[in-house]
């Protein structure tokens, strides 16, 4: 930033300080922060539609197919060249990782991140990486308001309310879709839903969509107008979508995470770019439909052109059969997944959003299809209806935001004629995958590690909790072999505690000794020589790991112990002592926090 523009944001911070309540500000950083988030949102797509048209331009315009298998091998490459070399830094997949650092990092997040997605993501998919680009946008947003937040002195709460501003002004922009992308703020990033949260959400929103509007005009991502009227006759098939909508979402979470551990078992950087660069090219060689986000595939899918959707293959000259074109849509939904995936391992930056969306018309197009090439109702069911529904279904599966997935396809029908039916297929989609995967794509690995924010104010409080600043380590250490004497004189006699943690040579916790243990012989001076540690020491109820235990945990731990102290360990070695009363100090001034 220049030094002009510092001076005169530092003057507008000390001018809105002296005329501006809190709230006031909050609502114009909101703005700022929506136009902003509009605005890389903007960048991202133009970068990559520039380099898709470069690469479709004349120049190999007759051996494009060809290019299918090389493109993104190159694509990666470049991508990996300008992480390892040019940023050095770890970009992290985008929603995740602004998960992670509201979390952890209390909403920090490093600068590099403004503008390591703007680079990265187009190269990515614009040389056809199978992923989308809403996660690096929502990312880029979030961290421009994480660092506009900290460089106006916002405390956590606000930072936090900011990068869900962020969040819902990258999706506004991206979809022009407003309401869903205020509910996309609040059912991913937990955030509060009170009036407080709500208006600067709803600022930074329409700012972001009029930024939209401005650049990009009234063009839309998916544009389609609702032909045909949702009938109740219709509603057991969508209840059958709904299910099975639940099983490609199991199924897409299963593979994402199976192909990642995969990757993350191969330790060189060129032969994960390697395997995974040419497993993808051979996969959008034969499945053309795969290469890039995949919005044109969906719009030729609602359009119901087959030949444009599913592209230049070996099947061509048989796309009259139409059963030849279910069991190419059946291809679409079991591939797709694991092309993203490939993508990923191999270093790519990009999201899952639009992969899901993709995903999820192919089925919902699939199945509509089958029920009505299978001769057993007089009137059909509609294809294009089927085909957005079945989009809402696979997202409120596999991203668990089910209020997202029916605002986003009610806004882009351009009303709400298709309410009913998102409804019934997103709740059950939802209800059912909740069932068996508790957490989304996004929150899968944050959860296993307890970095996980959620709607629960105790959760979400213990987990922002930093349990390492109220380890106590004023207590003195007694070694295993010390006598008696050693105890008095070493240990009692120089603490004001009754309470001493027992190690040995090499610091590792063996457990405690309470004053009260040895109260009734500890003037015995004849019992001084003869008594040693090991005769007195007890285990103590508990431990809590540092590198294990959460805020939760322990929570967890004192209550069931009803213990005063537990003691911490690091890799078994002694750290300090954590008291039930500075835990729950910390833990009212957090609630405090996270609240105000």
Known sequence: MGTKATKLLIRFSK????????????????AIIGFTAGLGAVVIKNLTHFM?????????????HAFYFIFPLIGLSLTLFIIKVVLRKKIGHGIPSTLYAISRRKGIMRSFQMYASIITAPLTVGFGGSVGLEGPTVATGASLGSNISRFFKMNQSSRTLLIGCAAAGAMSSIFKAPIA???????????DLTLISMVPLLIASVSAILTSYFFFGSEIILPFDLQDNFTISEVPFY???GVLAAGCSMYFTHIYFKIGDAFKKIDSLFYRLLLGGLGLGVLIYLIPPL???????????????????????FFNEYLDNIWIVIILLAGLVIFKIFATSLTFGAGGVGGIFAPVLFMGSAMGHCFALIVNNLGILRNPISVSSFTMVGMAGLMAGVLHAPLTAIFLIAELTGGYELFVPLMIT???SFMITNQFQPHSVYTMELAKRGDLLTHNKDQAVLTLMNIQQIIEKNFITLNIDMNLGDVIHKGVIKSSRNLFPVIDED????????????????????????VKVSDVMQRAPTVIDLRKDRPKD?????????????PVVEDGKYVGFISKSKLLTAYRQKLIEVTV
Do not use: C
């Open 181 to 191: 992308a205020i509910i996309f703020a609040i059912e991913v990033f937990s955030l």
């Open 239 to 241: 209840i059958i979508l």
């Open 52 to 64: 898709q048209r470069l690469l479709e331009g004349n120049l190999i315009v007759n051996y494009h």
């Open 15 to 30: 001018w809105s300080n002296r005329h501006l309540s809190h709230q006031q500000f909050l609502m114009i950083l909101s």
């Open 291 to 313: 290469y890039g986000e995949g919005y044109n595939v969906i719009n030729n899918l609602l359009a119901e052109d087959y030949i444009n959707a599913l592209g230049t293959n």
């Open 426 to 428: 997103a709740a059950i």
């Open 554 to 566: 322990t929570m967890r731990k004192f209550q069931e112990t009803n213990a005063w102290n537990l």
């Open 507 to 530: 610091r590792n916790f063996l457990g405690i000794i309470l004053l009260d243990d040895i109260r009734p012989i500890m003037f015995d001076q004849k019992m001084y020589d003869e």
